[in-house]
């Protein structure tokens, strides 16, 4: 080997020992979740999210139609006008799912402060389904969930092994939906065991349509925002799903086909979604179909056997985007 390969090897292993030094050893790296502080405002609202946990189905789950609402990173935005205002375009709304970063790591108090926004409003009556997003894990060489995480969503425990509940599927009749935690995974091993479970749960299917949420995208729509991990860990075991929802981005963007049947070739609809007023400028990309900047927006699902519909709407229920698929 010649000398300047060589030496261009060894300022490569440098390179990258040196940023994951950095990273791990960053001025928040060794950030220790701080206490709950106790709620002194109103005992009158539960402190606990409605989740399909195993012990519970509900009526949504057997629903000939389903409307599902998705939102985005939310930022702790998001104030209980604004919930109303979405509730009050989908008077169907049946149960709703909120695809991570729901609040921001400062303000990380579920129980309390999130709680009480959506307090009142149809959001707090009506099952969630949540994924975790990067500022609900703590920083550092050891990255890991706050319990208060796993106290206030009690998702169901059929997801990875190594998991803990945080990547799980639910299902509806003519839905499995599958929540997936994209940063759980820090071996390895654990994206090799991802791609495997992702790859089964979406084969093992009996219903028509599978829809997934994960918070980082496999195909970023800002500059600097992919996630090689990611990508190799579910581009492919995804492609047997319907829709993917994805967030992190801040921006609302959508990459595949306006209609396919099941005697079509399977492309999934990759949709990014933004329910924050932290709006981020896109990096337009040829994958995507369609990048808007600003913001918040949220999406609304209509879901019968052969058909399933999605609108991406700004706050006031103006419409910036839809797709319709089908299935004979």
């Keep these: 080997m010649k000398r300047g390969t ?45 989740t399909f946990n195993r012990d519970t189905t509900y009526a949504c789950q057997y629903a000939d139609t389903l409307h599902l609402v998705v939102l985005g990173d939310v ?45 009142g409003t149809p959001f707090d009556s009506l099952p969630i389904m949540a994924c975790p997003g990067n500022h609900e894990y703590t920083k550092g060489v050891h990255r890991r ?11 169901p425990k059929n997801g990875p092994a190594y998991d803990k509940g945080s990547t799980y599927y639910v299902d509806f ?53 992919a996630n090689p991990k990611v990508w190799a860990s579910l581009a492919y075991a995804l492609s047997g799903a319907d ?12 990459r595949g086909n306006a209609f396919q049947d099941e005697h079509s070739e399977h492309t999934p609809v990759w949709i990014g979604v933004s329910s924050t007023t ?10 995507m179909d369609t990048i808007v900047a600003g913001g918040p927006y949220y999406e609304t699902l209509r879901i019968t056997r052969h058909e399933l519909s999605i609108h991406s709407c700004q706050l006031d229920g103006v419409c910036i985007d839809s797709v319709t698929l089908y299935k004979r």
């Design 6 to 50: 060589i030496l261009w090897l060894i300022a490569a292993v440098i390179i990258l020992t040196g940023s994951t030094v950095l990273c791990a050893l960053r001025w928040d790296a060794w950030f220790s979740m701080p206490p709950e502080p106790e709620w002194t405002g109103e005992d009158t609202i539960s402190t606990r999210f409605i």
């Design 278 to 287: 932290h709006a981020r400028t896109p990096k337009s990309r040829s994958h």
């Design 75 to 119: 930022h702790n935005t998001l104030e209980q006008s604004d919930y109303l205002r979405i509730a009050e375009q989908c008077p169907d709304m049946q149960c709703y799912a909120q695809l991570g970063d729901f609040v921001d790591r400062e303000q990380f108090y579920y129980k309390q402060l999130l709680k009480h926004q959506l307090g």
């Design 243 to 254: 829709v993917i929802f994805s967030g992190h981005d801040h921006t609302y963007a959508r």
């Design 145 to 155: 969930l706050p319990d208060s995480w796993y106290e206030s969503f009690p998702m």
């Design 173 to 225: 009749r003519d839905m499995r939906f599958i929540a997936i935690d994209t940063e759980d995974p820090q071996l390895i091993s654990d994206h090799t065991r991802l791609n495997a479970w992702t790859k089964n749960t979406i084969r093992s299917a009996w219903q028509p349509w599978v829809v997934v949420m994960m918070h980082r995208p496999v195909f970023a729509s800002r500059k600097g925002r």
